[in-house]
């Protein structure tokens, strides 16, 4: 008689509480580890952003029938009567497969396609794809093949027969060719492996090569790109409300500090808009030149925000000069303008007489403040701008008053909400009542008379704070071991990147609860790749023309108590920054000398910059002048991306780039990067000012106004290029 093996004859003799028990403790440790495994694997994905439809909506090429062709010398434009159209090479193989029409409203859903839609020539280049879409709106496509350059223009006009709030109003680009280059927010160029999902702002993506190839690439006139990279679908945003971030504070006599998501567009009945871009087919380039975010070659941007609460005479100069004791621009030992940083400074009108001085008749400290401002003023480094005009509510004549000083003594043209968020204070900020005609707080008109343009937007800050913060030991409590795992590993690899930690340190981190998940990038590269990080946009049915800029957390450039210990952990944020070629608005509160800000120290009776924070300013100054780091303003770095806005490109035949500037002022230090090898390279036939990244070369150069550049990459370049994907 055969016998069992010893070990399960001794399992078997076990009691049959026993034997559940430790099958019970198998099971456990089985989820476990499974949920270990899976957590770790789900901790890289992030939230999808993606429209979301049902598969059987898309059009099926089974249906398609075409009527109409347009031609060039590059490519062909099919389409049927009911809108569906198709994009294929000179030599007939399938480009784009279709550009379907989807919107999403508020109480109306998403919807994918138009309703009674149909399609006609209106010229010999130029096709009309005309339908309603599911919120009672009239849609325009008009589609125009160039004859002379490989482009497809593309505008849509839709005219609003009723009021709607927009979620998202998008053509979804599907393509019948592989992925071969995304064009990342980063400004950098993402080769294989692909994320599943990226948000593009307004970059742009590659498709295949040759003559059978297509590229959409810097979309100023639409509100962002998102790409489906297992789908190879673009989704061309007209309208998203995740692109423009806004909040409204209502008025609360109690100081309820309430606020309400106003991010979405609103349109009215009889309301237009125009949304242009381009797509490009069969004259692929092979290098494509990527717009800088920052100017001169530099890979990323730091803007310092200062928010004016709480200072005075003293601790200005201690923050700027590094003692209080020092009363001249030229004779600053450290601070702001002893390491030449600027820095976007709000002030409260009313205080230049001395409100948060404790001395409102004492002229003397008005004059000392003045002039101290002018001296800023006069540097050029520094922006100085009104965090409204005072601590409390300004009526309408203390708001023009401050309005037109700011402007025609410092040329003002932001402003920094203060104040408000209790909802009772400060009701002329753009967040509360500075945008209601029908207020006594009414301000944007006053904006537009003395051209204020750039507005600090909190939106960022309270829709992100809005999200409950993830409990680890709840999830563990529960028995959530997935959730639980998720977070872990996004915490591990945290302290891994951003503090350089590695095992039982972190561990220790996230067991203490230690977790502030701060990284200095306003483009939130921790967030992942599809999350919308706009750095600057107009909400125009809620804001007008005027531009919101963002910051994620209230951040005067310290995220510890300063001491030696904390310092490389800040200095390891700003290379990090440098590392992803980020940009960073801070919030901070430099001169209001609280504890908790850690910007100034009392030396016996004296105040002056705390040395850990001066070295801080040193380090930055230090990698800005490696070539690396670019400090600057409000002011100069949206001014300089609104000028790119007017910047377009000409990818010719010959395989030349023009580059043509449509602003009427020169855009100095002009700066782009390109995914290239060591060759020749001309601007204009001469030799830019270059340097080598990675596999990126950085080139800058001016661009003088409404004139071109004719960008020119020899084909020796090009070959190695070429050796280089055969090797990859």
Not at 86 to 105: A, M, R
Not at 182 to 199: G, M, Q
Not at 245 to 250: R, S
Request: proline residues 3%.
């Amino acid at each position: 008689m055969d016998k069992k093996p010893l070990k399960q004859t001794r399992f078997a003799n076990f009691s049959l509480r026993t034997r559940l028990i430790l099958w019970s403790v198998f099971v456990i440790a089985t989820v476990f580890f499974i949920s270990v495994l899976i957590g770790f694997a789900l901790s890289k994905n992030q939230p999808s952003n993606l429209p979301v439809y049902q598969k059987a909506d898309a059009r099926s090429d089974k249906r398609f029938m075409p009527t109409i062709m347009l031609r060039n010398a590059w490519y062909m434009l099919e389409a049927d009567t009911k809108g569906a159209i198709k994009v294929k090479s000179k030599s007939g193989e399938t480009i784009l497969s279709s550009l379907d029409y989807f919107s999403s409203y508020r109480n109306y859903g998403g919807n994918l396609g138009l309703i009674n839609n149909s399609a006609s020539l209106i010229n010999d280049s130029t096709l009309l794809i005309m339908g309603e879409g599911n919120g009672d709106n009239l849609v325009k496509i008009f589609l125009t093949v160039c004859k002379n350059v490989a482009r497809l223009d593309v505008t849509v006009e839709t005219v609003y027969n009723s009021d709607l709030i927009i979620e998202r109003e998008s053509l979804i680009a599907q393509f019948a060719i592989p992925i071969t280059g995304i064009y990342l927010k980063n400004s950098e160029l993402a080769l294989k492996p692909f994320e599943r999902e990226y948000w593009l702002d307004k970059q742009g993506v590659r498709f295949g090569a040759g003559e059978t190839s297509s590229l959409i690439y810097h979309t100023t006139d639409i509100s962002s790109l998102q790409l489906n990279t297992k789908e190879k679908q673009v989704i061309i945003n007209l309208d998203f409300v995740l692109d423009h971030p806004m909040i409204h504070i209502p008025y609360h006599e109690n100081g309820g500090g309430y606020w309400i998501d106003k991010s979405a567009s609103e349109f009215t009945q009889g309301m237009v808009r125009s949304d242009h871009f381009a797509l490009y087919f069969g004259n692929s380039h092979e290098v494509i030149p990527r717009l800088m975010n920052v100017p001169y070659g530099y890979l990323a941007g730091y803007v310092f925000t200062e928010h004016a609460d709480c200072g005075n005479i003293r601790t200005h100069r201690a923050a700027y000069f590094g003692s209080e004791n020092i009363s001249g621009f030229q004779n600053a030992t450290g601070g702001f303008v002893g390491h030449d940083i600027p820095v976007t400074k709000s002030v409260f009108y009313e205080d230049f007489d001395g409100v948060y001085d404790g001395l409102t008749d004492n002229h003397i400290k008005e004059e000392q403040l003045l002039d101290f401002l002018d001296q800023l003023y006069v540097s050029g480094n520094y922006e100085l701008c009104l965090h409204t005009p005072e601590n409390g509510n300004s009526d309408r004549k203390m708001l023009e008053e401050a309005i037109k000083f700011m402007k025609g003594r410092y040329d003002a043209i932001t402003w920094i909400d203060h104040g408000m968020f209790q909802g009772i204070h400060n009701r002329e900020a753009l967040v509360a009542d500075g945008m209601d005609s029908l207020s006594v707080f009414y301000s944007a008109d006053l904006w537009e008379q003395y051209d204020t343009r750039y507005f600090w937007s909190s939106a960022v800050e309270k829709i992100r704070f809005s999200v409950p913060v993830v409990s680890m030991k709840e999830n563990l409590m529960k028995l959530r071991f997935q959730k639980f795992f998720i977070e872990f590993s996004k915490r591990y690899r945290y302290f891994k990147i951003y503090k350089d930690l590695e095992g039982l340190r972190s561990l220790r981190k996230i067991i203490g609860g230690n977790f502030s998940n701060l990284e200095l990038n306003s483009q939130q590269p921790f967030a992942g790749s599809s999350a919308p990080t706009p750095l600057y946009w107009q909400n125009q049915t809620v804001t007008r023309e005027f531009y919101s800029w963002p910051t994620e957390f209230v951040y005067n450039g310290v995220t510890l108590r300063l001491d030696e210990a904390n310092l490389p952990s800040e200095k390891q944020y700003l290379e990090m920054l440098i590392h992803h070629r980020g940009i960073f608005f801070n919030h901070g509160y430099y001169v209001r000398n609280i504890d908790k800000d850690d910007i100034l120290d009392n030396y016996n009776g004296e105040l002056r910059i705390n040395p850990w924070f001066d070295k801080i300013l040193a380090y930055m100054d230090q990698r800005r002048d490696d070539g690396d780091l670019y400090i600057t303003t409000v002011r100069d770095l949206l001014n300089y991306w609104r000028m790119l806005e007017n910047i377009s490109f000409d990818y010719l035949p010959d395989g030349a780039i023009r580059i043509i500037n449509h602003n009427n002022t020169d855009v100095k230090g002009f700066s782009i990067a390109l995914h290239a090898s060591p060759g020749d390279l001309t601007v204009n036939g001469e030799k830019p000012f270059s340097r080598k990244i990675g596999d990126d070369i950085i080139v800058w150069f001016d661009l003088p106004s409404e004139e071109e550049a004719v960008l020119q990459i020899s084909q020796n370049m090009l070959h190695i290029i070429e050796a280089q994907k055969q090797i990859d």
